[in-house]
């Protein structure tokens, strides 16, 4: 079975380009989580969606930072303009339930030079 | 805030040894999870104890979950050279289950 599957793995640009990180959840799953994984702050939540709405995005850092699903096999996250401070490792992740394990895909590692 | 905290934040053991990993929190839970981070590759789920279980076991991983005192382990038995990762408690609040909220995690190293 695929799992979550995202892309680019690495992504480096330069300060103020706009960023687009994608991810495909495993089919039949309700809900889609994006973390920001980074040494000094940890696994941070940034948004999830159930079944394609949005249902919490208190932690979503900025205005310059936006999600969308606009399909159940497809999520975008989007940093418009970017900054340094936005360099991290971005994961995607997918739940069947609420309750339910997390599955997370392999992640986006991202450089804002 | 962070609500789990792991205990060591590095542990380094022989292989063959057993290891464990602690995890406090500080507010109720509906159940807490355990995954596991190789370097860079994503988080895979170990185990999930609900509020409601005491202990868990699924091959060499034992996990224990007090309530009262808001902790859980993670025992590792028989440790080997793959077991070596980060792992990391993760906690689902009872309102908003599905929305977990990670500590910093224990860095394990397991020596041949």
């Known amino acids: 079975d695929a799992g979550v599957i995202q892309s680019p793995r690495h992504e480096v640009t330069e300060m103020g380009q706009e960023v687009t990180l994608r991810c495909k959840p495993i089919?039949?799953?309700?809900?889609l989580f994006w973390y920001r994984q980074t040494m000094m702050r940890g696994l941070e939540l940034l948004i999830y969606?159930?079944?394609?709405?949005?249902?919490?995005d208190s932690g979503m850092p900025e205005d310059r930072f936006s999600a969308k699903m606009p399909n159940a096999s497809f999520s975008t996250l989007k940093i418009q303009p970017s900054e340094p401070r936005d360099s991290a490792v971005y994961f995607c992740a997918s739940s069947q339930y609420s309750n339910q394990p997390q599955h997370f895909g392999d992640g986006t590692r991202l450089s804002i030079l | 805030s962070q609500q789990g905290e792991e205990d060591p934040q590095a542990l380094s053991i022989q292989e063959g040894e057993n290891a464990t990993m602690n995890c406090s929190y500080k507010?109720?839970?509906?159940?807490l999870q355990w995954y596991r981070q190789n370097s860079g590759r994503g988080l895979v789920h170990l185990i999930l104890i609900r509020s409601n279980e005491r202990e868990k076991h699924s091959g060499r991983l034992r996990v224990t979950l007090d309530t009262s005192k808001k902790s859980s382990s993670l025992l590792i038995t028989a440790s080997r050279a793959a077991d070596t990762a980060s792992y990391f408690c993760a906690t689902a609040l009872i309102q908003g289950a599905q929305k977990l909220v990670f500590g910093q995690g224990t860095r394990l190293t397991i020596n041949p």
């Open positions: 507010t109720s839970i509906n159940n």
């Open positions: 089919s039949g799953h309700d809900y």
């Open positions: 969606f159930n079944n394609n709405v949005p249902i919490d």
